[in-house]
Structure formats: structure tokens, C-alpha cells
Nanobody, 119 residues
Framework: QVQLVESGGGLVQAGDSLRLSCAASGRTASTYTMAWFRQAPGKEREQVAGITWNSDSLYYADSVKGRFTISRDNAKTTVYLQMNSLKPEDTAVYYC????????????WGQGTQVTVSS
């Protein structure tokens, strides 16, 4: 079992930055592929970024490339999402997720943290 707790959300203005953190607990958390998803009101959940356990493969949605950076600290079993140049359309609940390597679907989810970007 892996437990995920997100933090770092808030209300910012367009152009500002935020850093989200996801603390993972569980014996094998450092070996899991991690990701950030988001869901805006009335929209489907979408994957924003992903990172393998050793950081050798990264994924970004086209909408955030060049603005968001995912990273992880396996010693702290924490994953970060640095979000720069935020736009109103980035407003959503952001979720951290984890899956075992080789698994198709994300198995574990955090409770979510709200990010609101005002224009």
C-alpha cells in the first residue's frame, strides 16, 4: 500500500508560480512511477506530468510543456510539480498518483489540492 498526501495548492494570479508536493508513504514508494493529474470543473481528469522511479523518463502534457517541471526525491519519497507562468486555465484540483512499474493504470491516489489562478 502507498499513501499519498498533496500540499502546496492555493490562489495565485496569472503569471505566478506554485510548487506542489506529494509525500508518499509505504515500503516501496520510492520504486513507483509517479504522476500529477488535474481535473477542472466540468472537465475530465487529465494527466499533467509523470516521472519514473529513477527519473529517467518524464512526461508532460502539451498544455504545460515548458512551464511545469516534475521531479522527485526518493530519499524523501516526495514528488514535486513546479508550476511557472500559471494561466487561468490551469485552475483545477491537482492529484498525485502512483503505480508500480510495468502497471498500466495508476493504483494509488491522493486527496487532491486546489489550484486557482486568477486573471
Amino acid at each position: 500500500q502507498v499513501q499519498l498526501v498533496e500540499s502546496g495548492g492555493g490562489l495565485v494570479q496569472a503569471g505566478d508560480s506554485l510548487r506542489l508536493s506529494c509525500a508518499a508513504s509505504g515500503r516501496t514508494a520510492s520504486t513507483y512511477t509517479m504522476a500529477w493529474f488535474r481535473q477542472a470543473p466540468g472537465k475530465e481528469r487529465e494527466q499533467v506530468a509523470g516521472i519514473t522511479w529513477n527519473s529517467d523518463s518524464l512526461y508532460y502534457a502539451d498544455s504545460v510543456k515548458g512551464r511545469f517541471t516534475i521531479s522527485r526525491d526518493n530519499a524523501k519519497t516526495t514528488v514535486y510539480l513546479q508550476m511557472n507562468s500559471l494561466k487561468p486555465e490551469d485552475t483545477a484540483v491537482y492529484y498525485c498518483a502512483a503505480k508500480a512499474s510495468g502497471t498500466l493504470s495508476y493504483q494509488y491516489w491522493g486527496q487532491g489540492t486546489q489550484v486557482t489562478v486568477s486573471s
